[in-house]
T-cell receptor, first 115, second 111 residues
Framework: EADIYQTPRYLVIGTGKKITLECSQT?????MYWYQQDPGMELHLIHY???????EKGDLSSESTVSRIRTEHFPLTLESARPSHTSQYLC??????????????FGPGTRLTVL | QKEVEQNSGPLSVPEGAIASLNCTYS??????FFWYRQYSGKSPELIMS????GDKEDGRFTAQLNKASQYVSLLIRDSQPSDSATYLC???????????FGKGTTLSVSS
């Protein structure tokens, strides 16, 4: 069973607010990911990290930023939320032993609504 | 950019039937393939991974890979209403840094 946690699970916030979505895993995984998923649509990678102090942008351009100061923690920040940021944000992690081919475990997700 | 194509469905099957889900991908060099299940409003969970041509069985699930034809399928035997979900096919991206997911096929199993 995957031990990866996301908070908050649901967030409704006004335009212009700064928000941070938290993601933590207790499995000691080196690799962590953030995906964005709109209803009925595919997951899109927005950020990933290979380890502490390593962060990269994903395939989908995003106005969010991430940090990886500790192995277990990979928060995502939006400096100024807009309605276009309304979506589900999914965090995932993997061992990182074999590149991208190892199994990714997903957190429960954060459903963000920006009014 | 790699592409992963799936029929969005919905695919409807009666309880006890075999459900067949298909996925095609555009990159010939892909070496690993994943099937995830996602219940409505939930996050994806891994069903199976497959790396070699042929079949891989795990309980009621069988993944089939044909690299020459660039497709991977998932068979669900003895389908149950609890199998009703969206099934996502995923392959590594070109950089090998993460997975590219298809839009998913929605399966509905009626009792």
């Amino acid at each position: 069973e995957a031990d990866i946690y996301q908070t908050p699970r649901y967030l409704v916030i006004g335009t212009g607010k700064k928000i941070t979505l938290e993601c933590s895993q207790t499995m000691g995984h080196d690799k962590m990911y953030w995906y964005q998923q709109d209803p009925g649509m595919e997951l899109h990678l927005i950020h990933y990290s290979y380890g502490v102090n390593s962060t990269e942008k994903g395939d989908l351009s995003s106005e969010s930023t991430v940090s990886r100061i500790r192995t277990e923690h990979f928060p995502l920040t939006l400096e100024s939320a807009r309605p276009s940021h309304t979506s589900q944000y999914l965090c995932a992690s993997s061992e990182g032993l074999t590149g991208a081919t190892d199994t990714q475990y997903f957190g429960p997700g954060t459903r963000l609504t920006v009014l | 950019q790699k592409e992963v194509e799936q029929n969005s469905g919905p695919l409807s099957v009666p309880e006890g039937a075999i459900a067949s889900l298909n996925c095609t991908y555009s990159d010939r060099v892909s070496q690993s393939f994943f099937w995830y299940r996602q219940y409505s409003g939930k996050s994806p969970e891994l069903i199976m991974s497959i790396y070699s041509n042929g079949d891989k069985e795990d309980g009621r699930f069988t993944a089939q890979l044909n690299k020459a034809s660039q497709y991977v399928s998932l068979l669900i035997r003895d389908s149950q209403p609890s199998d009703s979900a969206t099934y996502l096919c995923a392959v590594p991206n070109q950089a090998g840094t993460a997975l590219i997911f298809g839009k998913g096929t929605t399966l509905s199993v009626s009792s």
